[in-house]
């Protein structure tokens, strides 16, 4: 099998649970994007026999795998965080969303003077009280930038993008609202 010199690197970023995007501000990120689609039977095949399957979605790829109960668990607890974030962005604009980009001064600014957006990150868990708003703010971007959802776009105006993989998000919460749907309708 004849593989891009890139699947090393692929690899390598994928099996740390990250996320590939075609709206990444990274150059790298986005060539690697560009060899996924491109040699995509090729690398499925190929993660397949080392056990990751290469998923590809609305603009991004990731790998999945088979988890133990633990894992799942660890990972139903991070989406529920994410909800928790998702819900104070939304309220911060209803057009957060894929490519929304904003500043952490602007979600500061609009904390400060806005007791719902207020009480939502007070209610944030892991978000140190003693620091300042602005500091509480950074965190928020810091978590979606950690979980890949997020990408820093200009450091000295501390500008993020929102990536094509926050769409994984919005799957679940989808599938939530389904759910409550059709619980509501029996």
């Given amino acids: 099998m004849n593989l891009p010199k890139q699947s090393k690197e692929i690899f390598e970023i994928l099996s740390r649970g990250n996320f590939l995007c075609e709206n990444s501000p990274v150059r790298l990120e986005r060539d690697l994007y560009q060899a996924c689609e491109r040699e ?5 095949d190929f993660f397949e026999h080392l056990g990751f399957y290469l998923i590809r979605e609305d603009g991004y790829f990731y790998f999945s795998k088979e988890l133990s109960a633990s894992a799942k668990e660890d ?3 991070m989406i529920l965080e994410y909800i928790d974030l998702v819900e104070l962005m939304l309220q911060f604009s209803a057009s957060f969303g894929v490519g929304f980009r904003t500043t952490v001064g602007e979600l500061s600014d609009a904390v400060g003077s806005n007791s719902v957006l207020k009480n939502s990150l007070d209610r944030l868990k892991n978000i140190s009280k003693p620091q300042t708003l602005h500091a509480q703010c950074a965190k928020v971007f810091e978590k979606f930038k950690k979980g890949g959802f997020m990408a820093l776009e ?4 501390e500008r993020y993008i929102v990536l094509s993989s926050y769409h994984y998000i919005e799957t679940f919460l989808n599938a939530i609202q389904v759910s409550s749907t059709q619980e509501e309708a029996v």
């Avoid at 995509?40 to 499925?44: K, L, R």
């Avoid at 200009?154 to 105006?157: L, N, R, V």
């Fill in 40 to 44: 995509f039977g090729g690398h499925y």
């Fill in 75 to 77: 990972k139903l607890h």
């Fill in 154 to 157: 200009d450091e000295h105006e």
